[in-house]
């Protein structure tokens, strides 16, 4: 059985706010002593990690919204412009991207792509990480998602959505070293299944995961090996209960309190050969998470 080597690859959805790079959350922009110590958040609409196609460069970077040194907010708010809609396409087009990840669009890359009846639709997102005068720090993003596919070869399937999490609220607070605290919530599920049609299925509680297997759903690249052959896939979905369920966690849970929140998608992709499953590829996809950091 061949494993595809995973790299991390983050991104998140563009504004004129968004922070390019990240050093690390727990030294402040001037670097003193002082503001390293103070809390800090972070909030990003979403961020994937799939596995990388031989022979090419992705866009590795990371974008954030990072809550200020000083007081004040960071990001996209409702009301604004950028906060209408958004998508994230995972991986750049040069390679064969193939799954899109859309904010609050009314309709996806595919026309017949459209929210599914009984999501919310809500005109506005929310992505900001803030600072108040008593230097706690905290993040909120809420926003609603649909996640499409385009077909594998010979795939005539008009239908291109695979997920789509409505409502989805996301909040992380860290004022003192007791008091961190993250939560998320979503209000509804749909889930692509088996046979192909997008269902509503329970939203996963605590601990909880949704999963479902044996999904018709391409590859998040294509290779050319195995264009061919029908691509399936496991996704479960669960919520985000810590940093070490978000990709790349280094980049924002360097204080010695953390805490986060938010969605994760996980997929196993595959294809089957004279019934064996082969060429397996693992992707994470994490959708509104929020962080923050506190030192003691």
Known sequence: MKFARVTARITAVGATLLMATVPGIATAANGSADEAARPVAYAFTGAYEVPELEGTEYDKFTKVYRSPSRPGVSGVLPGTPESAKDFIPVGPYSTGTSWFIHVNAQNGVFDSSVPPAGATQDAYFTSAAALDRGHAASA?????????????????ATDHRWLYLDD????????SPRGATAGATAARLWVRQPDRTLAQV?????????????????????????????????????Q???????????????????????????????IVVDGWRTDLYHSALILGATTCSINR
């Open 140 to 156: 909120r993003v809420r926003a609603d998602y649909m996640l499409e596919a385009q077909n594998s070869l010979y795939d005539t």
């Open 240 to 270: 985000v209960h810590g940093p070490e369920d978000l990709a790349q966690t280094d980049q924002w849970s360097t204080g010695e309190v953390n805490a986060a929140a938010g969605w994760r998608v996980d997929v196993v992709s595959y």
């Open 168 to 175: 989805v609220s996301s909040t992380a607070s860290c004022m």
């Open 202 to 238: 329970p939203v996963p509680e605590g601990t909880g995961v949704y999963q479902v297997t044996g999904v018709p759903l391409r590859l998040a690249e294509i290779t050319m090996e195995n264009q061919n052959q029908p691509p399936f896939a496991d996704v479960s979905i669960r």
